[in-house]
């Protein structure tokens, strides 16, 4: 069965540290890739999306990598702030051209 | 532009009640998606729609009807609510099927079944 699986694990990182979150799929052949974050009791936010044939995405801070042979997503905060604090989701089409979404990373930035 | 928005933000029900819950987009997006969150499951798709008068189950759709009458608008019906259906529901709306769309979400509406 098609699974996207992000370390359920919060992540606690100190200010000005790059944090970085792991998104694994297993069963998916996905041509775009999506991160998403969420900050208590609102929606989701979307931040990037990434091309098969691209390797790496970047926008201000976030640089994404997107490797189909591992299957894998890594999704980097360069110099953090308390501000990043939230959850991070990421996302893939499945079969039924539907997104689906990871269950999500929580990232704690302390200063 | 108020993006997507969602009514009520809290309810809650006792079992067997019924329910709707409003979603409307302003972006005249055509697809439009119901999901819910619970705690280690993700978000999961409930119903969905590819344009008005047009609507598709999603992964877990038992329990649950949608109507899109106007394009605007998407409902989510609950007629017999259970404790099970306890969750956060969004709505989202985004351009078109491609996958290259984002999705823009809805704030949320935290539902309790008693």
């Known amino acids: 069965s098609q699974k996207i699986e992000q370390n359920s694990e919060a992540l606690n990182i100190q200010e000005g540290k790059t944090a970085t979150l792991t998104c694994n799929y297993t069963n998916y052949s996905p041509a775009y890739l999506q991160w998403y974050r969420q900050d208590p009791g609102r929606g989701p936010v979307f931040l990037l999306l990434?091309?098969?044939?691209?390797k790496e995405k970047r926008k201000e801070r976030l640089k994404v990598t997107f490797d189909t042979t591992l299957k894998q997503s890594l999704f980097h905060i360069t110099a953090s702030q308390p501000a990043d604090s939230a959850t991070y989701l990421c996302?893939?089409?499945?079969?039924?051209?539907?997104?689906?979404f990871g269950g999500g990373t929580r990232l704690m930035v302390k200063p | 532009n108020a993006g997507v928005t969602q009514t009520p933000k809290f309810r809650v029900l006792k079992t067997g009640q019924s329910m709707t819950l409003l979603c409307a987009q302003d972006?005249?997006?055509?697809?439009m998606y119901w999901y819910r969150q619970d705690p280690g499951m993700g978000l999961r798709l409930i119903h969905y729609s590819v344009g008005e008068g047009t609507t598709a189950k999603g992964e877990v759709p038992d329990g649950y009807n949608v109507s899109r009458l106007k394009k605007q608008n998407f409902l989510l019906g609950l007629e017999s609510a259970a404790p099970s259906q306890t969750s956060v529901y969004f709505c989202?709306?985004?351009?078109?099927?491609?996958?290259?769309?984002?999705?823009?979400f809805g704030p949320g509406t935290r539902l309790t079944v008693l």
């Open positions: 996302a893939l089409y499945n079969a039924g051209n539907m997104l689906t």
């Open positions: 972006m005249n997006h055509e697809y």
């Open positions: 990434i091309r098969e044939n691209e």
């Open positions: 989202a709306s985004s351009r078109d099927g491609g996958r290259y769309n984002e999705q823009f």
